[in-house]
């Protein structure tokens, strides 16, 4: 049995903003801004879209995901997350830093034989590690899998594969997502009247949930995607004619270089052909006889659940790229210098 240690790590960055408070999932509770000038906030946007780049899945991810056959399987491991926050009350940060040790890890994985049951296992690890590292009040590993997952998995089993995506992610938990932007978000749509703010990052939020569930959008960088949200859900919400959509999006994009510009025009397009409806994440639900990965020959049915006993792992076929996955936790990797 491996026993786990607590996640508070040594990633500090001292630089870095104060990290987005996270609510209870479905809730944005915004107070007044940490930021008074616009010096404070352009310092804070640039710390983050340099941050970001550390956080990123390794290069030419989503061909690996389609080339093994994983684009399905990854998005229904999201809607597993997003509902499982639901059912759990975790915030929704906690999802968005699922999603990233979920994608940061299979990107440096060249297994070429991937079973569902090994990214449903890699995905109980991933939120098991995202709760701890995000909400004061953390499920068990048996809540955790009470609904929706085709597999069932031993806790002993679990804490083994947490351990082994946090040496793969060298410890380093505070993720820069698309999430991470709606603090910096907040503070230029402070001018906007309470229901129309309210109004306006309900929609921001369910647009973000939605670009991580669309593996399209992982070639785009956490904050492209988040200020494209932030302009499909202006162009969206009608606001007064004394308020230009283009005063809140020139804040943002003022510190964008041309290509970034480029892609934030591309990543814009595609979200708006996508989630046209306010209703997009009904047309992401995922239908269960999809087959999107080969089973396991060994297994056990019971009450049309998948039950894999410890002894039925074998934790070879997570083949790491340029790393050793050492699960001694005296022996775990940690970075001697972290990015800020």
């Known amino acids: 049995m491996v026993c786990m240690e607590s996640l508070l790590c040594d990633e500090v960055c001292p630089s870095s903003p104060p990290a987005v408070t996270t609510e209870p999932f479905g809730c944005s509770n915004f107070g007044s801004s940490m930021y008074t000038t616009k010096e404070e906030y352009d310092q804070a946007l640039t710390i983050c879209m340099e941050k970001e780049i550390s956080y990123l899945p390794e290069p030419n991810y989503l061909e690996n995901l389609s080339s093994n056959n994983l684009v399905i399987a990854r998005l229904k491991c999201i809607q597993w997350f997003i509902k499982s926050a639901g059912r759990l009350n ?13 994608d940061r890890f299979i990107s440096m ?33 048996l809540e955790l899998q009470m609904e929706d997952l085709d597999h069932s998995f031993e806790p002993s089993t679990i804490q083994r594969m947490e351990m082994m995506v946090l040496n793969a ?29 309210e109004k306006l990052i309900g929609r ?15 070639d785009f960088r956490p904050s492209v995607v988040a200020i494209s ?40 397009m595609m979200m708006e052909e996508q989630y046209s409806s306010v209703d997009f994440l009904d047309n992401l639900r995922v239908q269960r006889d999809i087959h999107c990965c080969p089973s396991s020959p060994t297994t ?22 340029d790393q050793t996955i050492i ?10 210098d972290y990015p800020n």
């Open 327 to 336: 699960t001694g936790i005296n022996k775990r990797k940690r970075e001697d």
């Open 204 to 218: 921001l939020n369910k647009l973000l949930l939605g670009a991580i569930s669309d593996s399209k959008l992982l």
């Open 229 to 268: 949200a932030l302009r499909c859900s202006l162009d969206k919400i009608q606001l007064s004619e004394a308020t230009s959509d283009n005063a809140y999006l020139t804040c943002l994009t003022s510190l964008l270089d041309h290509d970034q510009k480029c892609e934030l025009v591309k990543c814009h």
């Open 109 to 141: 994985n060249h297994c070429t034989g991937w079973k569902y049951w090994m990214v449903e296992l890699v995905s109980v690890a991933c939120l098991s590690i995202a709760s701890k590292f995000s909400d004061t009040c953390n499920p068990s590993l």
């Open 169 to 197: 992610l060298g410890w380093r938990l505070a993720s820069t997502t698309a999430y991470s932007y709606l603090e910096l978000l907040e503070w230029i749509l402070d001018s906007l009247k309470p229901q129309l703010h």
């Open 300 to 321: 056990v049915l019971l009450k049309n659940r998948i039950i894999f006993y410890d002894f039925h792992v074998d934790f070879s076929l997570f083949k790491m790229r």
């Open 90 to 102: 975790l915030s929704l940060g906690t999802v968005f830093y699922a999603a990233n040790y979920l």
